[in-house]
């Protein structure tokens, strides 16, 4: 029995030797080159790590910093994090699952834009990500990760499967909370036309043999709201002078607003807006916009509170680089008859009579959108 416990005991302390040595039998520049090798085989985009780490108690572990992913040689990187750290559970393994816990991401840039080269490079910045990932029976889970981004945070609990054959099916929901539109656009796409707090909770699913065709089949559902925040040169004022004057001027101030509100769809590349609701101290609208694949803006905001803009339908058109907003003609006609009799009086009844003289007339809508330059 003596002898049991002995071999026991010496078993049990060569096995905890071999863990406490291995790391420093396996030189950690050979681990760091199998790691980049099967990376970038997985990417299909070159990977580097400046150095990595390894610790096998209490839980095997793989600690990194500055790792690079490439697509443009001498260009910004596809994606950069500064430092990272995973950990791998033993028992799973044993079951045929793998779980791999404790990932945390510090100091991730990722690059948005095609051009990786010049001046219109375009990156966002996320402070902070930790999650954990679960693979078992073709499936793969990504639970509870939580990125701190823009003074934010977006939690993502997301599931992909199956992992072989032909189509794979991908279903996530997204929570973002008080995350600042204006460093986010500038980063994001190098404009500064909207501010504001944002948040959303969004189901998103897609599915396809390949990334175009999840592409194409991407569905996101879900609400949307921007608060205390402002659009900028939607040209506003120049709708205004559009009712009583009858032409377009240039893009007006930014229209700031305490709440926005939307009720978000996406299908493919398309995008959709509706139940739209904007509040603010000088304008409450609601309305519809779509915007399209190529970037081309439609819809129907009508608008109230205002001078010169209450109880107004405004149309939408342009692109979203140069968004444009002229009067139904049913607006521009009763403007016209409301400036001519003058006073509010004047407005509310050029309003009645130009609601039934303009609705008689938007059936030409598609002629009106040209004459304004959509």
Request: zero cysteines; aromatic letters at 4%.
């Amino acid at each position: 029995m003596k002898k049991i416990v002995r071999y026991i005991g010496i078993t049990v302390a060569l096995l905890l030797l071999i863990v406490i040595a291995t790391p420093f039998l396996i030189p950690a520049d050979q681990i760091r080159q199998v790691v980049e090798e099967e990376a970038t085989k997985a990417a299909g985009m070159p990977v580097k790590i400046e150095s990595l780490s390894v610790s096998i108690i209490p839980t095997p572990s793989l600690s990194i910093e500055h790792l690079t992913v490439e697509d443009v040689k001498g260009g910004t990187p596809k994606l950069s994090v500064g430092s990272g750290s995973l950990a791998v559970a033993f028992g799973p393994l044993f079951d045929g699952r793998a779980e791999v816990s404790g990932i945390t991401f510090k100091a991730i840039v990722l690059r948005v834009s095609e051009q990786a080269k010049g001046k219109n490079v375009h990156v966002v910045h996320i402070d902070k990500v930790t999650g954990a990932i679960n693979l078992s029976e073709n499936r793969l889970t990504m639970p509870n990760w939580r990125a701190n981004l823009y003074k934010g945070v977006m939690v993502l609990n997301a599931e992909l499967a199956p992992l072989e054959g032909k189509k794979r099916t991908l279903t996530a929901e997204i929570k973002a909370s008080d995350i600042q539109m204006l460093p986010l656009m500038k980063d994001a796409a190098g404009q500064d036309k909207v501010s504001g707090a944002f948040d959303s909770t969004l189901k998103i699913s897609a599915s396809g043999i390949d990334e175009k065709a999840m592409q194409h089949s991407l569905k996101v559902d879900g609400p949307v709201k921007l608060s205390k925040g402002q659009f900028e040169g939607i040209g506003l004022s120049g709708v205004a002078a559009a009712l009583v004057h009858g032409n377009v001027t240039g893009a007006g101030s930014a229209i700031l607003f305490d709440v926005f509100k939307t009720q978000l769809k996406v299908r493919g590349q398309d995008i959709y807006l509706n139940d739209i609701a904007l509040n603010a101290s000088a304008l409450n609208a609601d309305g519809h916009v779509e915007i399209k694949g190529n970037g081309k803006l439609d819809g129907q905001i009508n608008t109230s509170g205002m001078k010169g803009l209450s109880g107004a339908k405004l149309m939408v058109g342009g692109t979203t680089d140069s968004p444009r907003i002229y009067p139904a003609p049913s607006s521009l006609i009763g403007g016209t008859i409301g400036a001519t009799l003058g006073g509010p009086t004047g407005a509310a009844v050029g309003s009645k009579i130009g609601g039934a003289a303009g609705d008689a007339v938007e059936g030409i809508g598609s002629g009106i959108k040209s004459l304004f330059g959509k």
